[in-house]
């Protein structure tokens, strides 16, 4: 099956604090959560079709990002859907800048090409929904991020194509959570489980420094 929009994607629930290493399942993964807006990427099943981009509720909104859709045209595969966060980087400020995206979101066509070149988007990607024609969503967790992992290898991507940081590792994911704040742009971590349903617990930040944090 070929996934169109509008495809519904999996959504995180929150959670007050990591549990314990007792608590942890086998076969968990964390992923950085980064605070963007949450679109999926549709690219032409073949030549000279168009990208599309699709919002969290649906709504097809190419139009307000020609950058991306360039960049998508420029370097993604035919076939493919993509799931994750866009990003806008505020060079002046150095830092995300959720304000920006939100402009940027709400502008129309006319606009749009002015407020890429102000403020260019970046599309972090966390999940691979469609590869090759192929719908990969009764695929495990752990299978998609590895096809996500190769199709950045074996393209190249560069940005505005950003992969999300992900261990398996307790203690690294605790250590995200212990030190960073908004600055960084991350809201907090994600848990997927490594069975078919993608994101599962979101836990937030909530400290005062900032050094291991996404790099665009």
């Known amino acids: 099956m070929v996934l169109r929009p509008p495809v519904e994607p999996m959504l995180a629930q929150a959670a007050e604090a990591v549990p314990g290493p007792a608590a942890v399942r086998v076969g ?9 807006r949450r679109v999926l990427v549709f690219t032409a099943a073949g030549p000279g079709g168009a990208v599309v ?4 509720r649906g709504s097809l909104v190419q139009d307000r990002w020609p950058d991306l859709v360039a ?4 370097q993604l595969p035919h076939g493919l859907v993509l799931d994750g966060e866009l990003v806008v980087w505020d060079a002046e400020a150095g830092r ?7 402009r940027r979101a709400a502008a129309r066509a006319r606009g749009a090409a002015g407020l890429a070149a102000q403020w260019p988007a970046y599309f972090v990607a966390f999940d691979v929904l469609q590869m090759g024609g192929q719908e990969l969503l009764q695929r495990p967790y752990a299978e998609r991020r590895a096809l996500l992992e ?3 290898t074996d393209y190249a991507l560069m940005p505005p194509w950003t992969l999300v940081p992900m261990t398996t590792d307790l203690a ?3 250590e995200w959570l212990e030190s960073w704040t908004d600055v960084c742009g991350v809201e907090g971590i994600l848990q997927p489980g490594f069975g078919v349903d993608r994101l599962t617990t979101l836990w937030p930040v909530h400290s005062s420094t900032c050094h291991d944090c996404l790099c665009l």
């Open 53 to 56: 981009v699709q919002t969290r």
């Open 71 to 74: 960049a998508a045209e420029e």
């Open 28 to 36: 968990v993964a964390y992923e950085q959560k980064v605070d963007g």
């Open 172 to 174: 690294k994911a605790r």
């Open 150 to 152: 190769e199709l950045f």
């Open 96 to 102: 995300l800048s959720f304000a920006a995206l939100q």
